[in-house]
């Protein structure tokens, strides 16, 4: 929000220095981004006369000039062709920065003529295209003085923060009232005069959409001249970075930024019938004053004449009605619309514009009569013409509302020592005024212009069936709090005292919960097996997303790009993506992964710790490059649960994973028959070929919340056997398809109290093997506990592997 400190002199009575009103609005909670004085980048150029202007001895377009500055006469060469005699003009001395050009003046000779300054144009000062030629200033201006202090560009512009509950702060005369109520000077009162129209107007309004547009005025002005705006006008348009229109134009964005009151002008003679009719859209198009095409929806409140769609309400007019130097018949528009229809329309539009920034934030709902009246005297003011009757539709809003504040509230939640007289006195500054008053508490009436206390909830609860619990609960609560929050902030937001957390004990609790410690610890681990952590979005293009999964409800209403409409069903997706990024510009052998959440659902989401690889491993001295394979995306994720507590050994792998992995290469780990624990496999064909990933890219997920947190239990000394572990080596005949981890299970398990470990070393399949079998061999070691075991122990043993090995899985011991 933007404003010169002139305009908000023309509300505010106040003697105060720039920088006491630049503090208190941020004191006040109106945090001030920036203060632009044109006039302090513009403090070198002068007014000057042009006492001599001959053309140059030695250059036909240049003209040697002597340049009467306030001072001693200057020698200038110029190349503009209105460089004349007798002309007032804007001069630049040595030393002066051209902001148009980026240049930094010095004296200097061109083509032998001596030039001690520069005579500008306006583009070269920046304050616009022109450079045809230079500035020509009135024959009364005078010589000497600033050029800046001359035009009354010495008017700092201040830019505003506005929270969005404020939206009576988009108004200068908002501003302006806060400010005196933080006893800044006096707010000037609104005096607008009233009109008395006469006839009816030619054209009137019908509401079809109500739920849109609640109450809607508006009124014929006929036997209007537009034109230029006048300089006043301009000036505070121009002073915000507006750009001037012509005069009916100029009126109503005056008014938006003025009164934080958005209007509209119609050229009455540009509009079909004599009916404007708010209704929803059917789909239909049309050219919008920001220059492009708008096709509305049926969710959108559209304004039609009898031809069609002319404006998209509250948001933007169309360029068919609008306003130019041809418009005789002005309609003026002054309407209240929905705040959340406007809000989801600009969204559905990706329009922003003033207008709807204001309607969506809340306007004064009471100042529609006066705004209008005020509106339709400025223009007559300025273009003449004569008023009709004002025409309106629906019904004038039911704004009154109460709030109540216990001054006992103002120490115990706002922790400051405020007496009821100040705290009340604060409040009637802003436009409350006392319903009732005792002791203890104050019952006030909220003003219309304050949209953001004691008002209904505007946006419809996810849960329906807590809704109306959560309104009750938020009705009895927020408004004191709002009021509270008005009386601090008026004191100075700097004036509250910080006062610092009550501390539960002198030992400080865990900072970290489980989870969090156990999401922590799996980054450290990832990031130790050589893998870069990444950070992407949990959106992507649904089209990508259909590559790892069937999309549940997960596209979203509002994406923030068109190719970021749809949650990810898995981290792999986004890594994926970041992965292929890599490898086209040259980093084929590269590791990521990134701990974050993935979508099942609109309503489920998972934490999941995933990871890819592409490419070969790393060069070694012990052994050559290879290629990544989906064992090696298994020891990444057995490795990771291993570190978060998970018996290894309890995990199992099935050939189940999901389709974006290859088939055959690829698993699920279960800790038992229903728990997921994670996936892992080489990337399908299909998949990176889309994707532009290298054929044979692996990838992994572990799923966290599956993960159950580890007992705690006492830690016992470890129990260190005396006597030496045995190894005893086993190659079993088995069929092709019989999964590893079955024969290694069985191994196990068939003497558990000495068996403590079983490694498979070699798969053999090829000649000299039955057809469909294949040979595994495995190590196990035999741990004796409590004596040196005898070879006759040692084959009974051996025996029992064997035969456990052989129920299991069909096996026999390889001859």
């Known amino acids: 929000m933007k404003f010169s400190l002139s305009w908000l002199k023309t509300w505010l009575d106040t003697d105060a220095p720039l920088e006491a009103i630049v503090e208190t609005l941020s004191a006040i909670g109106l945090e001030v981004e920036g203060v632009e004085n044109r006039a302090t980048a513009l403090a070198p150029f002068v007014i000057a006369e042009v006492i001599e202007a001959l053309p140059h001895p030695n250059a036909d377009r240049l003209r040697a000039c002597r340049v009467n500055a306030g001072g001693a006469e200057m020698s200038v060469v110029c190349g503009a062709p209105n460089a004349r005699t007798g002309l007032k003009v804007v001069f630049a001395p040595p030393g002066a920065f051209i902001p148009g050009s980026g240049i930094t003046l010095k004296v200097g000779e061109i083509r032998g003529v001596k030039s001690e300054g520069m005579l500008v144009s306006f583009r070269e000062l920046g304050l616009g295209e022109d450079h045809e030629g230079i500035i020509e200033l009135p024959e009364d201006a005078p010589v000497g003085m600033p050029y800046a202090l001359w035009a009354g560009m010495d008017d700092p512009v201040i830019d505003i923060s506005v929270t969005p509950n404020r939206g009576d702060a988009l108004a200068v005369r908002g501003v302006a009232r806060d400010l005196a109520a933080a006893g800044l000077g006096s707010l000037k009162p609104l005096v607008a005069p009233s009109i008395t129209g006469t006839g009816t107007s030619t054209i009137i309004w019908k509401n079809q959409f109500p739920e849109a547009c609640p109450y809607i005025l508006g009124r014929t002005v006929r036997g209007v001249t537009n034109g230029e705006s006048p300089d ?24 938006t930024i003025d009164l934080g009151r958005p209007l509209h002008v119609f050229d009455a003679d540009k509009v079909a019938g004599s009916v404007l009719t708010l209704r929803r859209g059917n789909g239909e198009s049309f050219a919008g004053l920001h220059g492009k095409p708008v096709m509305v929806t049926s969710d959108d409140c559209v304004i039609a004449d009898s031809s069609g769609v002319q404006s998209l309400a509250g948001i933007v007019g169309g360029e068919a009605t609008g306003c130019d130097e041809s418009t005789k018949n002005v309609f003026i528009e002054c309407a209240l619309f929905d705040r959340v229809k406007i809000a989801q329309t600009g969204q ?44 309106e539709a629906g019904e004038k809003p039911d704004w009154n509302r109460k709030a109540s504040l216990r001054f006992a509230r103002l120490k115990e939640f706002g922790g400051a020592d405020v007496l009821p007289d100040e705290a009340v006195a604060s409040l009637e500054k802003l436009g409350f005024t006392i319903y009732r008053r005792d002791g203890q508490h104050v019952e006030l009436d909220v003003p219309s212009w304050r949209n953001d206390i004691a008002s209904p909830p505007a946006l419809d609860q996810r849960e329906a069936a807590g809704a109306e619990k959560a309104a009750a609960g938020a009705a009895e609560i927020e408004p004191e709090h709002d009021l509270i929050e008005e009386v601090l902030r008026l004191r100075g937001l700097d004036a509250i005292v910080p006062v610092s957390l009550p501390v539960p004990s002198g030992v400080p609790a865990a900072m970290l919960t489980a989870k969090q410690a156990r999401t922590a610890l799996a980054r450290r681990m990832l990031a130790a097996r050589g893998l870069m952590e990444c950070v992407t979005f949990s959106f992507l293009d649904h089209n990508i997303a259909g590559l790892f999964g069937e999309a549940k409800d997960l596209r979203l209403a509002n994406p923030i790009a068109a190719d970021l409409d749809e949650m990810r069903p898995t981290p792999v997706a986004t890594l994926a993506l970041a992965a292929a990024r890599n490898v086209a510009r040259g980093y084929g052998d590269l590791g990521f992964f990134e701990v974050g959440p993935a979508y099942m659902s609109s309503s489920e989401q998972l934490l999941v710790a995933a990871g890819i690889r592409t490419g070969e491993t790393a060069l070694s001295a012990i052994q050559p490059p290879r290629k990544y394979d989906a064992m090696d995306a298994k020891a990444d994720a057995l490795a990771l649960l291993s570190c978060l507590g998970v018996p290894v050994e309890a995990v199992t792998a099935t050939a189940d ?41 692996v990838a992994f997920e572990v799923f966290l919340d599956a993960i159950a947190e580890p007992k705690r239990r006492k830690k016992a000394a470890p129990a260190l056997p005396p006597f030496q572990p045995i190894r005893r080596d ?18 196990k398990g068939a003497e558990r109290n000495l068996v403590s470990h079983v490694a498979l070393f070699d798969r053999y399949a090829g000649k000299n093997l039955p057809e469909g079998q294949i040979s595994l061999a495995i190590a196990v070691t035999i741990q004796p506990t409590e004596k040196t075991l005898t070879e006759a122990e040692l084959d009974a043993i051996s025996a029992k592997i064997i035969a456990a090995v052989g129920k299991a899985t069909g096996g026999v011991l390889r001859g």
């Open 730 to 747: 086993f190659a079993f005949l088995v069929s092709a398809d019989t999964p590893a981890d079955a024969l290694l299970r069985a191994a």
């Open 232 to 255: 006043w006008l301009k000036a505070r348009l121009t002073s915000i970075g507006l750009r001037p229109i012509n005069a009916l134009v100029d009126i109503t964005n005056l008014f």
């Open 657 to 697: 994973a999901p389709k974006f992995y290859h088939p055959g290469q690829s698993g699920v780990l279960r800790q038992g028959p229903k728990i997921v624990l994670g996936q892992f496999g080489t990337l399908h064909p299909s998949l990176c070929a889309k994707l532009d990933l290298p054929l044979g890219s």
């Open 348 to 391: 559905r539009h990706a329009i922003f514009s003033d207008a709807r920034q204001r309607f969506e934030r809340g306007i004064d709902s009471m100042l529609l009569p006066v705004a209008l009246d005020a509106a339709t005297s400025m223009v007559m003011d300025i273009c003449g013409g004569t008023p009709s009757l004002v025409t």
